[in-house]
C-alpha cells in the first residue's frame, strides 16, 4: 500500500486523529477489537434512522426492508466466507457465543461420559471454557495438542491424541497472543480420516487473511464482527448444514420456532432454528457494511501491509537490548507479543499509554498458554491495515524510553 492509500484509508477512521494526553493516539491494540470506519458508523445511524422495525414477522413496509437487509447481510457473510449456503450462517452475538452454541448443541447430541475434545494449548479461552463446561456436565475430557518453542503446533502429537472417544477438535486458526497461524486445513483432514469433526475458531484470522470454509472443509468456523472492523454485539458461526441440522437448538423463543402448542413444539428451519428472539438486525447489516469495506481494499492488500508492519517491527524491536518476543513461527499474522528482560509487561503498557500508545499487556485471555511459557503475561502490539511504519517508529522510540526508565 503506497502513503496515498494509507493516508486515504485512515481518514475513513476518525477515531485515529484523535489524541491521548495530548499525543497522537497510535492505535496497536487491534487484536482486542478493531477500530470502525465512518462507513459502519453510518450504516448503523442510517439503520436506526430510516430502517428500524423488528424483522420476519412484519407485514408493513419498514419490517420488510429491516428483512431484507438483515438476510441481505446473511448473504454477505455466505459470500465472504466462501459457504456453500447461505442458511450456514447463523448470526450471535460474537465468537464467544457462537463456540458455547456448539459446545452445547453438539454436546448435547454427540456426546457422552468418556468422550474427549481436542482443543489447542494456544486457545483463547472462549475455546476453552464453554468445552471445559460440556466436559463438566458430561463427564468428558479435554486432550490438549502442545506447541514447540517456536509456538507452532505439535502435528505428531495432534495425531497421537486422535482416538476413538475423540468427538471433536477445537481450534484457533490464528493465535491471538502468538499470531501463529495454524494449518487448519491440515488439522481438518486429519480430523476428517477419523470422522472426527473441526470447529475453527477465526476471530483472529477474518481481519488479515482470505477464508474460505468449503475449501478448508471446516465444520464450524466462528468468528467476532468487531475484530474485523463491524460493530460489537455480533457474530457469525458457519456450520455446514448436515451438522446444524443434526445438533438441537441452543436456546428457545420467538423465531426459531415452526409451531407452539402446550404439548410440543416444532423448531424452524435453518438458520432461523438458531436464532431464538429479534436478532440485532441493525449490527447485522453494519457487519456487512465492514466486509464491504475490507473487501474494496482487498484481503491480499491487507495481508501484504500488515505483513510488511510485521516484519518491520519485529528487526526494529530486536534492536532493544533484553528483547524476548514470544511466538516466532514461520506463518504469523500482524500480533506481536514481547517481553524485555525483566520488566513487567503491565508497567511497560502504562507507561506507553501515557505516551499515547494503546498496546494490551496480560495473559490476553489465553492464560493456559501463558502459565506453560512460565511467563506473568506479555506486552502485544497487533496492526490493522491502517497503521503504518511511522507509528511503528514512534512506538519503539517510546518502548526505548520506557525501557530505560524500567531498567
Ligand atoms: N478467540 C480468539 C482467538 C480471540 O482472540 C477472541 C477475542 O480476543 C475470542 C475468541 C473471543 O471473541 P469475542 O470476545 O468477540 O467473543
Not at 482486542?32 to 465512518?38: E, G, L, M
Not at 490438549?144 to 486422535?162: C, F, Q, T
Not at 473441526?198 to 484470522?205: C, M, S
Amino acid at each position: 500500500m503506497n502513503k496515498e492509500q494509507l493516508q486515504h484509508i485512515r481518514a475513513d477512521f476518525p477515531i485515529l486523529t484523535e489524541k491521548i494526553y495530548n499525543k497522537d493516539l497510535i492505535y496497536f491494540d487491534n487484536a482486542a477489537t478493531t477500530q470502525k470506519p465512518r462507513c459502519v458508523v453510518e450504516r448503523i445511524e442510517n439503520g436506526y434512522y430510516h430502517l428500524n422495525a423488528n424483522i420476519h414477522r412484519g407485514v408493513h413496509y419498514l419490517s420488510q426492508k429491516a428483512t431484507e437487509a438483515h438476510e441481505a447481510a446473511r448473504t454477505s457473510v455466505a459470500e465472504f466466507l466462501h459457504a456453500a449456503k447461505r442458511e450456514e450462517i447463523i448470526f450471535t452475538r460474537g465468537t464467544t457465543e457462537a463456540i458455547n452454541l456448539v459446545a452445547t448443541s453438539f454436546g448435547e447430541a454427540f456426546c457422552k461420559t468418556g468422550d474427549e475434545i481436542i482443543l489447542s494449548v494456544m486457545e483463547h479461552h472462549s475455546n476453552i471454557v464453554p468445552w471445559q463446561m460440556l466436559c463438566e456436565r458430561k463427564g468428558m475430557k479435554l486432550r490438549v495438542i502442545p506447541m514447540n518453542e517456536r509456538g507452532e503446533l505439535d502435528m505428531e502429537a495432534y495425531k497421537s491424541l486422535l482416538n476413538e472417544h475423540t468427538k471433536i477438535v477445537s481450534v484457533a486458526h490464528v493465535s491471538n497472543v502468538l499470531g501463529t497461524i495454524n494449518p487448519v486445513k491440515e488439522i481438518i483432514q486429519i480430523a476428517h480420516s477419523h470422522t472426527i469433526p473441526v470447529l475453527v475458531d477465526g476471530a483472529q484470522a477474518v481481519p488479515h487473511i482470505p477464508v474460505n470454509v468449503v475449501e478448508l472443509d471446516a465444520d464450524f468456523y466462528v468468528f467476532s464482527g468487531h475484530k474485523i472492523y463491524g460493530p460489537t454485539g455480533i457474530g457469525v458461526l458457519y456450520g455446514k448444514s448436515n451438522w446444524l441440522n443434526a445438533i438441537p437448538p441452543y436456546q428457545g423463543g420467538g423465531e426459531m420456532i415452526a409451531n407452539v402448542t402446550f404439548e410440543k413444539t416444532t423448531y424452524n428451519e435453518l438458520p432461523f432454528k438458531f436464532e431464538a428472539g429479534t436478532p440485532d438486525y441493525i449490527s447485522s447489516t453494519a457487519l456487512a457494511e465492514a466486509l464491504r469495506y475490507v473487501q474494496e481494499i482487498g484481503l491480499d492488500k491487507i495481508a501484504e501491509h500488515e505483513h510488511e508492519l510485521l516484519t518491520y517491527c519485529t528487526e526494529k524491536l530486536m534492536e532493544i537490548k533484553d528483547m524476548r518476543i514470544i511466538g516466532t513461527a514461520k506463518e504469523k499474522s500482524s500480533v506481536i507479543s514481547f517481553l524485555v528482560g525483566n520488566i513487567h509487561p503491565y508497567d511497560m503498557g502504562i507507561l506507553l499509554d501515557k505516551l499515547g500508545i494503546a498496546v494490551r499487556t496480560g495473559h490476553h485471555c489465553a492464560q493456559p498458554l501463558i502459565d506453560s511459557l512460565g511467563i506473568p503475561g506479555t506486552v502485544r502490539a497487533s496492526f490493522a491495515f491502517y497503521n503504518t511504519k511511522e507509528e511503528i517508529d514512534v512506538f519503539i522510540d517510546a518502548l526505548k524510553r520506557v525501557v530505560k526508565m524500567l531498567s
